[in-house]
């Protein structure tokens, strides 16, 4: 992104580490200096899981100020997560409910590592929609990746994204042996309606909207 990034500190690192997730790091690098770009105001992040990412970015609020990020998941996980399936985490199970269930872990991130510049809302994506209107500088899409619900939490939250601001999209993968396609599709969707691609790293694209 920009040769001038502030460097990520130590112990945000070693949070990034400890916190279960699916980010490598150099897409989490890429993350962080993507929203470093960004402008101050309010930041929304789709998809929490144990907050792994959001380590990163409550980092570049810091750093750009004026800033606060709202980080919004029900905590059940996407299919991916669910028993069965290759991402399923058993220790993230609870056994009141029976149901994957990250909001502990993700708890204990923001308690240790968020708290001063994050907000978290426990919800669907269908939920907030219904009563977002705040105009947003960056939009992190890492939620579900079923092609239905990717398509609608960018239709959803991408028309609020400011001229000129950011949307970030990770898991995306153009050839189909390589990954789910649905934030493939995202990212040509947001392409043809007026965005601008800015980077590539891995699996992370970062769009500007013109």
């Not at 907050?51 to 570049?60: D, E, P, R, Y």
């Not at 947003?136 to 994204?161: C, I, P, R, S, T």
């Not at 050839?175 to 309606?193: F, I, K, S, T, Y």
Request: glycine content about 8%.
């Amino acid at each position: 992104m920009t040769t001038n990034s502030p460097e990520l500190p130590r112990n945000v690192l070693d949070a990034f580490d400890a916190t279960t997730g699916f980010m490598p790091l150099d897409e989490g690098r890429a993350l962080f200096e993507a929203a470093c770009t960004a402008r101050p105001g309010t930041w929304l992040e789709i998809g929490t899981y144990c907050g792994k990412s959001t380590v990163l970015l409550a980092q570049a609020a810091r750093e750009v100020g004026g800033t606060q990020i709202v980080t919004v998941d029900h905590h059940h996980g996407s299919e991916e997560n669910q028993p069965g399936w290759e991402w399923h985490d058993t220790s993230m199970v609870d056994a009141h409910s029976g149901l994957l269930d990250t909001l502990p872990s993700f708890r204990r991130t923001w308690d240790e590592q968020v708290r001063d510049v994050v907000t978290a809302v426990v919800a669907t994506t269908e939920q907030v929609a219904a009563w977002w209107s705040t105009p947003v500088e960056f939009l992190f899409l890492d939620g579900n990746h079923v092609e239905e619900m990717a398509q609608h939490d960018y239709a959803a939250f991408a028309q609020h994204v400011t001229p000129g601001g950011l949307l970030a999209v990770h898991d995306v993968f153009p050839d189909p042996n390589d990954g789910g396609q649905a934030p493939w599709h995202v990212v040509e969707r947001a392409l043809a309606e007026g965005f601008e691609q800015v980077s590539v790293t891995g699996s992370l694209r970062v769009l500007r909207r013109a």
